[in-house]
């Protein structure tokens, strides 16, 4: 029993009940503040493998590629929550073998980049920033809340030729509300907290919901998802599938939420839909 946690929860129960509002802003400052965890050695390799450049003074980027004369099919790769660029490296030497440049973004308060906070949305303007800066992309493969926040950038103008969603929520407010829960909020301060980070945000829950931002989208999408993902549950793939007019549903079994990077089963799948014409 990780008895920290079950305390937190427990004073989240009480501060629920007797006062609601420090309890709902205390939650919105964990929420949004991602922490940063130690590179692990196959990273090293990755970084070393790749070149680091920054997006702006606040976001830096490492690009893959065969050769400084790159193919001009550009993949863009869109890390999760508390994870980083290098951790998408399992998708990266097959693609560069194929002859893409393929490059990742640490978001902010992610990586290299700056920032003690973060959120969804600004995931998705850093998104829109990367397009920008470095033109237009093949595809753009986003894992855990870096597809939300794909899915979001897509839904908001970002444009791509295919759309890759692995293991991703379809509403911010299913992520909002899975964490309330998990935290131990009750109903009314989970209101509150939902409040309270749409004020921070700029951007309200409701409005980041990709079911309704990607209703007119026909971009050809592939959403990869495992059926035992106790992280983001399969249902929110499932949930936004039949909203995208050309996309398919992969749903894996027995790689979780994070092993579904490193699976060549979902990298064949990826470099098939990837590679695929577009008609």
């Not at 870096?146 to 929520?169: F, Q």
Request: charged share 20%.
């Amino acid at each position: 029993m990780n008895y920290a946690l079950e305390g937190y929860k427990l004073t989240n129960r009480i501060s629920s009940v007797i006062a609601p509002n420090w309890a709902a802003k205390n939650a919105s400052i964990k929420f949004l503040s991602p922490k940063r965890y130690e590179i692990k050695a196959w990273e090293k390799q990755a970084e070393q493998a790749g070149t680091r450049f920054n997006l702006s003074e606040q976001v830096s980027a490492i690009r893959w590629s065969q050769s400084p004369n790159t193919n001009d099919k550009q993949i863009l790769l869109v890390h999760g929550w508390e994870s980083r660029a290098t951790q998408m490296y399992g998708l990266v030497k097959g693609l560069v073998k194929q002859g893409y440049t393929v490059i990742a973004v640490d978001m902010p308060g992610h990586g290299h980049s700056s920032g003690d906070t973060s959120n969804a949305y600004l995931f998705s303007q850093t998104v829109k920033l990367a397009q920008q800066e470095l033109g237009h992309f093949h595809a753009i493969i986003g894992h855990s809340m870096g597809a939300g926040a794909a899915a979001i950038a897509v839904g908001k103008g970002v444009m791509t030729d295919k759309l890759v969603l692995i293991s991703g929520p379809s509403s911010i407010e299913n992520v909002l509300r899975r964490f309330s829960g998990f935290v131990g909020l009750n109903k009314k301060t989970t209101h509150k907290f939902i409040e309270f980070i749409g004020h921070y945000v700029g951007v309200s829950a409701t409005e980041l919901d990709a079911t309704k931002l990607l209703q007119t989208c026909d971009i050809p999408a592939l959403l990869i998802h495992d059926e035992h993902d106790i992280e983001v549950p399969v249902s929110e793939s499932a949930r936004l599938a039949p909203v995208l007019a050309r996309s398919e549903l992969f749903v894996t079994k027995g790689l979780g939420h994070r092993k579904i990077l490193k699976s060549d089963e979902v990298f064949a799948k990826i470099s098939s839909f990837v590679n695929a014409e577009v008609y």
